[in-house]
């Protein structure tokens, strides 16, 4: 957080800590509401709006990004490495897709459109996930 001049608050770390804990277990995207379930486990003293707001602030500076799931829900991860994301429209999974996997479809829709990209411009594919298209063959 020094690295983009914010203060090391307690809400923040707070944050960052079920973020990089849940990202260490395969669960890579929390909803505001789950991170701040978590934070009321540890026994945290960290109210709603305050997640809300120390979410927007990280994806502010690129430390976490945001991905909007629909129109009524966003989840949040740890925004280390580059990547893109794959929806379940089933079951609602969300997998991490790396960067360089879609680098040339990126690459083509810029020069196709001579729309220039964002260096934090990402793609969201929806489909099935491996579980959801195995239950759908049965």
């Given at each position: 957080?020094?690295?983009?001049?914010?203060?090391?608050?307690?809400?923040?770390?707070?944050?960052?800590?079920?973020?990089?804990?849940?990202d260490?277990?395969?669960?890579?995207?929390?909803?505001?509401?789950?991170?701040?379930?978590?934070?009321?486990?540890?026994?945290?003293?960290?109210?709603?709006?305050?997640?809300?707001?120390?979410?927007?602030?990280?994806?502010?500076?690129?430390?976490?990004?945001?991905?909007?799931?629909?129109?009524?829900?966003?989840?949040?991860?740890?925004?280390?490495?580059?990547?893109?994301?794959?929806?379940?429209?089933?079951?609602?999974?969300?997998?991490?897709?790396?960067?360089?996997?879609?680098?040339?479809?990126?690459?083509?829709?810029?020069?196709?459109?001579?729309?220039?990209?964002?260096?934090?411009?990402?793609?969201?594919?929806?489909?099935l996930?491996?579980?959801?298209?195995?239950?759908?063959?049965?």
């Amino acid at each position: 957080m020094r690295e983009h001049d914010l203060r090391c608050t307690a809400p923040r770390l707070a944050v960052l800590s079920v973020l990089v804990e849940a990202d260490a277990r395969g669960e890579h995207h929390l909803t505001a509401a789950r991170i701040h379930e978590r934070l009321v486990e540890r026994r945290r003293d960290v109210d709603l709006t305050t997640v809300y707001r120390t979410v927007s602030t990280l994806v502010g500076v690129g430390v976490v990004h945001a991905l909007a799931v629909d129109e009524n829900v966003s989840t949040y991860g740890l925004a280390a490495q580059p990547h893109h994301h794959a929806v379940c429209t089933r079951c609602g999974a969300i997998i991490e897709v790396p960067a360089e996997q879609l680098s040339a479809a990126l690459s083509q829709a810029s020069q196709g459109t001579g729309f220039l990209l964002s260096d934090r411009a990402g793609l969201t594919l929806h489909g099935l996930c491996p579980g959801c298209r195995a239950t759908a063959a049965d």
